[in-house]
Nanobody
Framework: QVQLVESGGGSVQPGGSLRLSCTAFGYASGSLRMGWFRQAPGKEREGVAGFDSAGSINYADSVKGRFTISKDNSKNTLYLQMNSLKPEDTAMYYC????????????????????WGQGTQVTVSS
């Protein structure tokens, strides 16, 4: 059973930066595909950034140019560098993982993922 542990959330002023981390535990080998989602109060969970089946990065339009997703396979860790943060970025951020590959499993679709972290809160406010 894959377990995902996130860290790095917090409170920051508009224009500030945060870096989220997510480490995957509980599997011996294989190419686990991972991504980031977020959910604001009263809204649906939405995809923020992830890797498609060919390894290309996809970003939500709302974060392009400000957020950067990366991974360190040697540490089984996924990162999300968030710069130029805005109040509308305030949300619970979730790490997600899946063994599914192929065009029918796009990286920003919630149903693509089998495993979810507990979430880490990001608050952007002056």
């Amino acid at each position: 059973q894959v377990q995902l542990v996130e860290s790095g959330g917090g409170s920051v002023q508009p224009g500030g930066s945060l870096r989220l981390s997510c480490t995957a535990f509980g599997y011996a080998s294989g190419s686990l595909r991972m991504g980031w989602f977020r959910q604001a109060p009263g809204k649906e969970r939405e995809g923020v950034a992830g890797f498609d089946s060919a390894g290309s990065i996809n970003y939500a339009d709302s974060v392009k140019g400000r957020f950067t997703i990366s991974k360190d396979n040697s540490k089984n860790t996924l990162y999300l560098q968030m710069n130029s943060l805005k109040p509308e970025d305030t949300a619970m951020y979730y790490c997600a993982a899946t063994w599914r590959y192929g065009g029918m499993w796009p990286p920003l679709l919630r149903n693509t993922y089998n495993y979810w972290g507990q979430g880490t809160q990001v608050t952007v406010s002056s």
